[in-house]
């Protein structure tokens, strides 16, 4: 009976391990529909949003995926590698610190034909190096997409150019 409570206290342990660090067997950058029972684990780190972490408010949230976006941009431009044409499904998973962990992604069907393993290197080597400008009380995620050049992504609504403020 002893060595019955014991495994099952052990197995306990190994359990909450799991739940405790369910991502530490992810690598940084997957492609979505990869590693699919601990990219579903990651929901229960990374608790907040990007909306949420910017306290609702739509237009700083957009503001902080632009700079992102931007910044990818840049440095693609910076080490030569053309992320033109490319149009992408991507999920980041940020720290407090704005510090990227993990980025997953799926090429969209109207996107330029990139070798993903190529698309996975360059995202990997991005996040090592970004770091988004907010200081957050949690870890957070935001599902959204990008498409590139940048300059293509309306920065204002019409609404707003005909003298309303919705940004988007």
């Given at each position: 009976?002893?060595?019955?409570?014991?495994?099952?206290?052990?197995?306990?342990?190994?359990?909450?391990?799991?739940?405790?660090?369910?991502?530490?067997?992810?690598?940084?950058?997957?492609?979505?529909?990869?590693?699919?029972?601990?990219?579903?684990?990651?929901?229960?780190?990374?608790?907040?949003?990007?909306?949420?972490?910017?306290?609702?408010?739509?237009?700083?949230?957009?503001?902080?995926w632009?700079?992102?976006?931007?910044?990818?941009?840049?440095?693609?431009?910076?080490?030569?590698?053309?992320?033109?044409?490319?149009?992408?499904?991507?999920?980041?998973f940020?720290?407090?610190?704005?510090?990227?962990?993990?980025?997953?992604y799926?090429?969209?069907?109207?996107?330029?034909?990139?070798?993903?393993?190529?698309?996975?290197?360059?995202?990997?080597?991005?996040?090592?190096?970004?770091?988004?400008?907010?200081?957050?009380?949690?870890?957070?995620?935001?599902?959204?997409?990008?498409?590139?050049?940048?300059?293509?992504?309306?920065?204002?609504?019409?609404?707003?150019?005909?003298?309303?403020?919705?940004?988007?």
């Open positions: 009976m002893v060595a019955l409570a014991f495994s099952f206290a052990e197995g306990q342990d190994r359990s909450s391990k799991k739940q405790t660090f369910p991502e530490l067997s992810l690598p940084k950058v997957f492609l979505i529909g990869e590693h699919e029972e601990q990219y579903a684990n990651l929901y229960e780190t990374y608790h907040g949003i990007l909306l949420s972490v910017c306290e609702d408010d739509m237009n700083l949230a957009f503001d902080k632009m700079n992102m976006l931007d910044s990818m941009e840049s440095y693609a431009n910076e080490i030569g590698f053309s992320l033109n044409g490319v149009k992408v499904l991507l999920n980041v940020w720290n407090e610190d704005g510090s990227i962990q993990y980025i997953s799926y090429l969209k069907p109207n996107s330029l034909n990139i070798d993903t393993a190529e698309m996975s290197a360059f995202f990997s080597s991005f996040a090592s190096r970004y770091r988004l400008p907010l200081v957050a009380d949690r870890k957070f995620t935001h599902n959204g997409t990008a498409q590139f050049p940048t300059k293509l992504i309306p920065r204002t609504s019409k609404k707003q150019s005909m003298g309303g403020t919705t940004k988007y």
